[in-house]
């Protein structure tokens, strides 16, 4: 079955950096483009970034555009999101995502989430 | 691009039907038959339950359809049952350069 397990998340400073890493398994992962999407306490669902199944083509939101770099590995089936310069809104559960159809159709198998908070 | 508009809550009781609104734009909702719907239970991750608009994952009850009207998709749960109690965002493909959005979010109670 499709398995997707976050992991790197944490309490980090404002303006520090973190990496976050998703193992995937139970699937064909270099056919699949991948998202982050993150959930900030008490709030909504808020789309992070996409990579295409190759890593050729990623996509971001403007809140983390220039601070945040998505890529994959599909030797290691292993996503990795470099984040830097961190804010205190970035703190949330940061949850991988797999795209089942094309980009942002069908956000079909998520994982169970990391959290990142961002504080002094 | 601004999230989609959900109501805050709905409710209902046991074997009711509600509908849950999602308005957005001709840029999104509007101009793609890729709205999707998922559904949020406390402290866990989302699940998947309507995209393409109207098509349900192998698994998923059939008393959750979806439609679409011109920049407004719907979510309608019939047979309301306790377990329906969650949070559901629906999300929708954009032409924008961030790809897609998601709504604002509407928590469900069941009476």
């Known amino acids: 079955q499709v398995q997707l397990v976050e992991s790197g998340g944490g309490v980090v400073q404002p303006g520090r950096s973190l990496r976050l890493s998703c193992a995937a398994s139970g699937f064909t992962f270099s056919n699949s483009a991948m998202h982050w999407v993150r959930q900030a306490p008490g709030k909504g669902l808020e789309w992070v970034a996409v990579i295409s199944y190759d890593g050729t083509n990623k996509y971001y939101a403007d809140s983390v555009k220039g601070r945040f770099t998505f890529s994959r590995d599909n030797i290691k089936n292993t996503l990795y999101l470099q984040m830097n310069s961190l804010r205190r809104e970035d703190t949330a559960v940061y949850y991988c995502v797999r795209e089942g159809g094309s980009y942002f159709t069908r956000l079909d198998y998520w994982g169970q989430g990391t959290l990142v908070t961002v504080s002094s | 691009q601004s999230a989609l508009t959900q109501p805050a809550s709905v409710s209902g009781s046991p074997g009711q039907s509600i509908t849950i609104s999602c308005t957005g734009t001709s840029s999104d909702v509007g101009g793609y038959n890729y709205v999707s719907w998922y559904q949020q239970h406390s402290d866990t991750a989302p699940k998947l339950i309507i995209y393409?608009?109207?098509n349900r994952p192998s698994g998923v009850s059939n008393r959750f359809s979806g439609s679409k009207s011109g920049n407004t998709a719907s979510l309608t749960i019939s047979g309301l049952q306790a377990e329906d109690e969650a949070d559901y965002y629906c999300?929708?493909?954009?032409?924008?350069?961030?790809?897609?959005?998601f709504g604002t979010g509407t928590r469900v109670t069941v009476l």
């Open positions: 999300a929708s493909k954009t032409s924008s350069t961030t790809l897609g959005v």
């Open positions: 393409d608009v109207t």
